[in-house]
């Protein structure tokens, strides 16, 4: 066993997890100061893409461990040994971490090493990491985890942990009995399932209270939407906690740029999971550049008529609203200027491939797309046979034409958020797979959970997934402020590479049984391999949103 936590230890790994964000900041400054000297930022970035890839994600590691320190002092420091002794192990395995990624990318951006030595090879932080990632404290952490049953208290306020407590319910009793045949047999949802969440209140988080949903007029609660879509997540990533994320895209561009007549006609319905809703973004020749979206859109008698492909349209089948990006103005100079966002009607089916004629003439049809995992809504590529959609259709109205790119990304901000929370979801249930079966099998004579490999992996996977959740709250709260743009993307990145670890580790846990499909695990693998390519490819994400961000704020030096 470790010995007893030293009172200040908190205080100190936030004094380098300070030290280290101003360093960090320097870095981007560092950078900007580069990218200025050789004349590029006008360019694109693209000669400063692993440089800028690496500082997002020791940016992303920093949020992480400041949240998890912020936690463990919340929880009371030192007389909340599990939870301070998760945060001591994370903070270093952080700090080591952004170490590594600055190493590969410091002279690049001119840290000589009187500046890198001064921060990494100081006293203070080497001690510090080696004292708490030191094999006996890790192996501590893993058996107090063990001995405590949890990762470490909740913190959410009331209201929350009880909205926590029902949707548990739901998956332990409605879900979890479902998900395995969902997923080998690669069926549709189950209506038990959809209705079960519906009657939860599940669609209407993102829906304003004046328009039957459950987030305040003039604001929202992602808080709350965190929370249930961590709980559905943890019984299917795919068959639960992934129908919420498109009502959510769905209303957030009604909010921003629906009409008045549009937001009556389809918020109420949506809330309550009538209409079931897709998104259809991405074609076949373009994923992360939203703006070169070429399905086009012509103007006709009384609407729009649609033709071209869309391809990974998730639930396009299901949905009876699919909400369409498509080109209304040809001129390639037009650009993202040149998108509209359109809502469209379609009947629901449960089959893998669907053609539905129009009585206008026209002719939708999809077919599934077979995937390693994230079944149960599947995704399909989508053919628009000269596909009519009514004038009153086009989100915001004629008015509104062109400003679909806008539209589109205002709806991405609270699922990029939401997809945090569907790793941390994921991320529990690997977990806890992982930790029974530790206990269960035997090993040369004695459980799994009695090494201590097996205890220090558990301990550091513990403060990984707790680490997680506390960054998504966080940016959850930042969000309800109406700040946290830029944390969201940094949280999806962190939470979902963190989920693929995680799954990863939990699966090897399991020897020869995790990659049978017998085991729950072999799912959890798999699905999470989805989370860094949608809603903002990594890279994309990284590069495109997050630095962009990073280096316009940045002081150049
Ligand atoms: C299971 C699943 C469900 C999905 N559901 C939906 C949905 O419901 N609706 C929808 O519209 N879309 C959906 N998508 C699509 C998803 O959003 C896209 O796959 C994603 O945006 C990436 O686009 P792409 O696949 O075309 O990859 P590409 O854009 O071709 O990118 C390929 C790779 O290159 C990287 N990359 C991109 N740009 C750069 C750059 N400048 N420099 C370096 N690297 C770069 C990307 O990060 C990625 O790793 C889904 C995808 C999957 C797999």
Request: with cysteine; net charge negative.
């Given at each position: ?10 205080d ?16 981007w ?45 919340a ?61 006996a ?108 994320t ?26 309550q999971?009538?209409?079931l809703?897709?998104?259809?973004v ?11 979206v ?15 492909a ?7 089948g299901k ?22 966002l ?14 539905f ?13 077979p ?17 009519f ?19 589109t ?41 009695d090494?201590?490999?097996?205890l ?42 963190a ?48 630095a ?10």
């Open positions: 066993m470790s010995n007893p936590i030293p009172h200040d230890a908190l100190r790994g936030l004094a380098l997890q300070a030290r280290l964000d101003a360093f960090c900041e320097a870095a400054g560092r950078l900007r100061g580069t990218i200025e000297r050789q004349g590029a930022l006008a360019n694109g970035l693209d000669d400063a893409q692993v440089v800028s890839y690496e500082l997002v994600f020791a940016s992303a590691e920093l949020h992480a461990m400041r949240a998890m320190l912020d936690y463990a002092v929880c009371g420091g030192s007389a909340a040994p599990l939870e301070t002794t998760l945060a001591l192990a994370f903070a270093a395995d952080a700090i080591v971490k952004v170490r590594h990624r600055i190493d590969k990318v410091r002279h690049a951006i001119g840290i000589d090493s009187a500046g890198y030595c001064a921060m990494f090879e100081a006293g203070e932080l080497l001690e510090f990491c080696q004292h708490w990632l030191a094999p404290h890790l192996a501590a952490a893993g058996s107090q985890i063990l001995a405590a049953g949890n990762g470490g208290r909740s913190l959410l306020p009331e209201d929350k942990q009880i909205i926590a407590a029902s949707c548990a319910r739901v998956t332990e009793e409605v879900v979890a009995p479902l998900a395995e045949r969902i997923h080998r047999e690669d069926l549709t949802i189950p209506d038990e399932i959809l209705s079960a969440i519906a009657d939860m209140g599940c669609f209407a988080l993102s829906i304003p209270e004046r328009f039957g949903g459950t987030a305040p007029d003039g604001g929202h609660d992602n808080l709350a939407m965190v929370v249930v879509t961590e709980e559905l997540s943890r019984g299917s990533l795919a068959a639960a906690g992934s129908p919420l498109r009502p959510e895209i769905m209303a957030r561009a009604l909010l921003a740029g629906g009409d008045a007549a549009q937001q009556a006609r389809w918020l109420p319905g949506i809330a999971g009538k209409p809703c897709a998104i259809s991405t074609e076949p020749d373009c994923g992360s550049d939203v703006a070169a070429r399905l086009k859109a012509t103007q006709t008698d009384g609407g729009w008529r649609l033709n071209g869309k391809t990974w349209c998730t639930f396009a949905a009876e609203l699919v909400l369409v990006l498509a080109r209304t103005n040809a001129d390639p100079a037009a650009g993202h200027r040149g998108l509209s359109f809502l469209l009607e379609k009947p629901a089916t449960d089959d893998h491939a669907f053609e004629r129009q009585p206008q003439g026209g002719v939708l049809s999809g077919k599934a797309i995937t390693l995992g994230y079944r149960g809504m599947h995704s399909f590529t989508l053919f628009f046979d000269n596909v959609v009514p004038a009153e259709n086009i989100v915001g109205g004629p008015q509104a034409e062109g400003k679909g790119f806008y539209l990304m205002a709806g991405f901000a609270g699922g990029r958020l939401q997809t945090a929370a569907r790793a941390c979801g994921l991320m529990r249930a690997a977990y806890d797979a992982a930790a029974r079966y530790a206990r269960e099998r035997k090993v040369f004579g004695k459980p799994l959970a090494y201590q490999l097996t220090a992996k558990l301990g550091l996977l513990g403060a990984s997934l707790r680490a997680c959740q506390e960054m998504t709250y966080h940016v959850a709260r930042l969000m309800d402020a109406g700040q946290g743009q830029m944390e969201a993307s940094l949280v999806k990145l962190y939470a979902c590479r989920a693929e670890h995680l799954t990863r580790e939990a699966l090897q846990i399991h020897g020869g049984m995790g990659y049978s499909e017998e085991t729950p695990v072999s799912r959890y693998f798999v699905d999470a391999r989805v989370l860094s390519i949608f809603e903002g490819a990594e890279e994309t994400l990284a590069l495109k949103v997050v962009r961000e990073k280096l316009a704020t940045a002081r150049s030096l």
